[in-house]
């Protein structure tokens, strides 16, 4: 967990499970692999799966596990475990396609106060339901995303494989494409929710996918310990997490902290990706200066530091103290734009 278990106590809960793909280049062993979604083909690689809260957008807990693992069988293991340790009140959960299998689905709903909202698969056996869904079932709705967009949705049951009963299904119609692709499903064991609001509420998950993005491109998260020997003569490759879970687990921390940080800014900030963030108030020259009791932090004039300002001053009103350095009180100050253009000055006349 990335969070404390306080936080979420009998509380409800919105989150998504997904996975990342991290490609692995060695030649030297042989591990399992998967079709990498942005290379667009099969490879050696590693999965990561996350967790994420949609209320706040932050990173709840995290699993490596070799190529070959799962979304469905590892979804069911993460949320059983999330909901045995946390406890909250009820919990509200969105998969990807890769989470739908029919006994997954199956056991999903038989656990208690758990609500899933799980995008199906296009297979040939359940493109023929759909396809015998009269056209009187759909009703037109405002694209969420774009209001001068109109979509059509029927609210269906569908038969899956591996489930003794029929799951209700939100059904959206694209009469624009051609075969399987005209359908776009979603399971769901809500019974009482509309439609409209599940798609809705459906299409949150796509702040998960920018998280990934966030983490990628900004702290790096394909950059991670090797999780195999590279002993070439090891009979069989066992998969190591220890040193992928903890790397794995401080960038979460690290994607939590910047969002808190930012959101403790003006509003204007909030939208910013970690990366901005980092660039714009963090990646700052500044001087550190020691007394007896305090180590100041100054940092050099910049365009926004007021920005900044408020913030510091509720660090400085803590009296925050550092126990690794003989628990001196962390106080931050600012260059004045005079001081400023006065140093600047006089370094471009030496």
């Known amino acids: 967990m990335t969070r404390p278990l306080s936080d979420f106590f009998g509380k409800k809960l919105k989150v998504s499970i997904d996975e990342h793909v991290v490609a692995r280049w060695t030649r030297k062993v042989k591990i399992h692999g998967t079709k990498h979604p942005t290379r667009g083909k099969a490879m050696k690689a590693d999965k990561l799966f996350y967790i994420f809260e949609l209320t706040k957008k932050r990173l709840l807990s995290f699993k490596p596990q070799p190529g070959n693992a799962t979304l469905a069988n590892n979804a069911l293991k993460m949320i059983k475990e999330l909901i045995s340790e946390v406890k909250p009140g009820s919990v509200r959960m969105i998969l990807d396609a890769g989470g739908c299998k029919g006994s997954v689905i199956a056991r999903l709903s038989k656990i208690k106060n758990l609500t899933f909202l799980v995008r199906g698969k296009r297979q040939r056996n359940l493109v023929k339901q759909w396809e015998k869904v009269p056209k009187s079932e759909y009703r037109v709705y405002t694209d969420p995303g774009d209001p001068k967009k109109k979509i059509l949705i029927a609210d269906v049951r569908t038969k899956i494989r591996g489930c003794k009963w029929l799951v209700r299904t939100i059904l959206l119609l694209n009469e624009k494409e051609k075969g399987k692709d005209r359908f776009y499903p979603i399971y769901t064991n809500d019974k009482v929710t509309s439609a409209y609001d599940l798609l809705v509420e459906y299409r949150s998950r796509q702040n998960h996918e920018l998280c990934y993005r966030v983490m ?71 001087t550190i ?46 260059e004045s734009e005079g001081e400023f253009k006065k140093r600047k000055s006089f370094l471009s006349a030496g």
């Open 216 to 286: 990628k491109h900004d702290l790096s998260l394909d950059a991670l310990p090797k999780s195999y020997p590279l002993n070439p003569k090891v009979e069989k490759v066992q998969f190591r997490d220890k040193h992928v879970m903890l790397v794995g687990w401080i960038k979460a921390l690290a994607f939590n902290t910047l969002g808190e940080f930012k959101e403790s800014l003006d509003k204007k900030y909030h939208k910013m990706t970690a990366g901005t963030i980092v660039r714009k108030f963090l990646d700052r020259p500044a």
């Open 289 to 334: 200066k020691t007394t007896a009791d305090e180590i100041v932090v100054k940092f050099d004039y910049f365009r926004e530091c007021n920005a900044l300002k408020e913030y510091c001053d509720k660090i400085n009103q803590s009296n925050l103290e550092i126990s690794w350095f003989k628990d001196k009180v962390l106080r931050f100050e600012f």
